[in-house]
């Protein structure tokens, strides 16, 4: 089969780490790039890690980001099903075909002498291997124990001379002694497959071409070449990429919330800054620009740019590109994103929350930023006058108050209350006064929100309080510094 197919084969454990979902990325594009097919297979088949509900969450993550699969359990295809739990009747069969080629065989030894010869190991200082006790048992044996009904598994043939060689797209060719390959379990004794073998069989089975996976399953990689050489079958491109650490000594942790993409939702991420950032984690443009589209990625992506060194997740950059999708949003698109955390501290049904959204949005880095911004709007939170003292502003509580009690008559003449108009006031009593701005305006922004920080200044607050409520503040604050 010429034509691309990559396939992307989560196991559904309950979230989606982003190192899945940059895994999920980097085959989709590869597909792509390169008009193949994407598919997606489910391998659910580690019940004891299986959770109820997570393959829905795989669905709506890749589908939320854009990653839609041309094949997969819920739209079907030629090469169904798409489930490795549905798949299991298949795999005994093929693990039989190598025992007839000689390639496997029938491994009859039970828990007891395997864990015993373990043990004997681990003390020896040797890293505990099968001692290929049943490598060599005459057929005439092997029939004789089936037919007891002797619990078996099926181990694969490992040469024990020579060497294996495999190539990888980053780390080129790698060769291992055959001596320190295990024989490994291929059918286990239940009947069902294990992971590895498995995964080589289904990957044929679907004309998977390339194989995208996380450089732990490097050192597996000479077994599954002896698999495929021993089926006759084409060996995929494998492209195996490093881990996303948290820094360069730990992981990423579920329980600082920064290792799912459900966790970066949750933070006030936008889908496409934490898609472009995860592309960005272990692969480099050829450019200097860093903000990139999937489309972009796909125009852009080439293996070559991936790195074998592990990428360091930096929440700073990340939250820097976030804020660039911001501010290409337009108005309407962020005032309808903002409200839902606009709402969370601003209950008032009058509240003009498309003004409110303009003065957020040039200082809106993550969603989850707004509703400590705009928390003084319903109620007056209680502060410490100390904030009247601004260095830069030149105020004091002294002059602070002496501002208060002229801002608090212009503001009660104005009749209507609009922005120009209170902009208008404001500026000719500053005019008058012959103070420069800070001198009126800082006390004001205090008074009105009792916070340092605020989107919009004293007179956009005003616009947003209403005159009742506005001059209620202003009073409150001269009361508070008399």
Request: aromatic letters at 10%; a negative charge; one cysteine or more.
């Amino acid at each position: 089969m010429n034509k691309v197919r990559t396939r992307f084969a989560p196991s559904p454990t309950g979230y989606m780490h982003i190192g899945n979902l940059r895994t999920a990325l980097f085959t989709y594009i590869i597909a792509k790039k390169n008009g193949g097919d994407f598919i997606l297979r489910i391998e659910d088949t580690d019940r004891e890690r299986y959770v109820e509900g997570a393959t829905q969450v795989i669905y709506d993550t890749l589908r939320e980001c854009g990653l839609n699969w041309d094949e997969g359990p819920d739209i079907g295809g030629p090469v169904g099903p798409y489930i490795q739990s549905e798949r299991m009747g298949m795999f005994k069969q093929y693990a039989e075909q190598l025992v007839e080629k000689g390639e496997a065989y029938y491994c009859f030894c039970d828990k007891e002498r395997l864990d015993e010869l373990k043990a004997v190991q681990e003390a020896s200082g040797v890293t505990p291997m099968y001692d290929r006790h049943c490598r060599n048992l005459s057929k005439e044996e092997v029939e004789q124990k089936l037919k007891e009904g002797i619990p078996y598994v099926i181990r694969q043939k490992v040469p024990l001379e020579g060497t294996t060689t495999f190539h990888d797209e980053l780390y080129g060719d790698i060769t291992v002694e055959n001596s320190t390959l295990d024989d490994q379990i291929l059918i286990k004794t239940d009947g069902l497959p294990t992971y590895n073998f498995a995964n080589v069989v289904d990957d044929h089975l679907m004309g998977i071409t390339h194989v995208v996976r996380g450089n732990e399953y490097l050192s597996s990689a000479p077994k599954y070449n002896l698999l495929y050489k021993a089926f006759g079958w084409e060996v995929p491109i494998y492209i195996h990429v490093e881990h996303i650490m948290k820094d360069k000594q730990h992981k990423l942790s579920k329980r600082d919330g920064d290792a799912s993409y459900q966790d970066l939702m949750k933070k006030g991420y936008l889908k496409d800054a934490v898609l472009n950032y995860i592309a960005l984690l272990g692969w480099a443009p050829k450019g200097e620009n860093e903000i990139f589209s999937l489309d972009d990625l796909i125009e852009e992506f080439d293996i070559s740019g991936i790195s074998k060194s592990p990428a360091i997740f930096d929440p700073a950059k990340l939250k820097a590109i976030n804020a660039v999708y911001i501010k290409k949003m337009s108005d309407e698109e962020f005032a309808h994103a903002a409200e839902p955390y606009i709402r969370q501290t601003v209950k008032k049904e009058d509240a003009d929350i498309a003004f409110i959204a303009s003065l957020l949005k040039p200082r809106t880095e993550i969603f989850t930023d707004i509703p400590e911004q705009v928390d003084f709007i319903d109620s007056l939170p209680d502060y410490d006058t100390s904030l009247y003292c601004h260095k830069k502003m030149k105020t004091n509580e002294e002059n602070s108050l002496a501002s208060l009690k002229e801002i608090l008559p212009v503001l009660e003449g104005v009749d209507d209350w609009t922005e120009e108009n209170i902009h208008e006031a404001l500026f000719e009593l500053i005019a008058k006064l012959g103070v420069k701005n800070g001198i009126v305006l800082w006390p004001l922004r205090v008074a009105l929100s009792g916070k340092s920080f605020t989107p919009g200044g004293g007179i956009e607050i005003c616009r947003i309080l209403g005159k009742e409520e506005s001059l209620a503040r202003v009073r409150e604050g001269i009361a508070k510094l008399s």
